[in-house]
């Protein structure tokens, strides 16, 4: 079967050709539209009016967080003091329940 270009230029009877849409919208279909466009306009409002208010509350939290406390150990050190991070931060190393009798150290774990 061969191609005819020159059949696609001629017209068509009416009964195979496509039923055509009116272009202009019927009144239900205007109000649907317009009722979904108020709805999402609603919506966008009050979406930006809670972003708003949850900003106003971060910022006014913000205000009224205490600030950072000052360090409580002085930051000079004394010419007999030792230099001991650990006594610096507050943490004390465990003390041994009781000396050994003898005298002698802990023995070292292996």
Not at 57 to 78: D, I, L, Y
Not at 81 to 95: F, H, R, T
């Amino acid at each position: 079967m061969a191609f005819d270009p020159a059949e696609l230029l001629r017209p068509r009877p009416a009964a195979l050709q496509p039923p055509s849409a009116p272009l202009a919208p019927t009144r239900a279909q205007a109000i649907q539209r317009l009722q979904v466009g108020l709805f999402g306009l609603a919506a966008m409002v009050l979406l930006v009016a809670l972003a708003n208010i949850i900003m106003d509350s971060a910022e006014h939290n913000q205000a009224t967080v205490v600030p950072e406390a000052a360090p409580t150990v002085s930051g000079e050190k004394g010419a007999g003091q030792a230099s001991d991070p650990l006594a610096g931060a507050g943490v004390v190393p465990e003390a041994p329940a009781e000396e050994p009798a003898d005298g002698n150290a802990r023995p070292s774990r292996p």
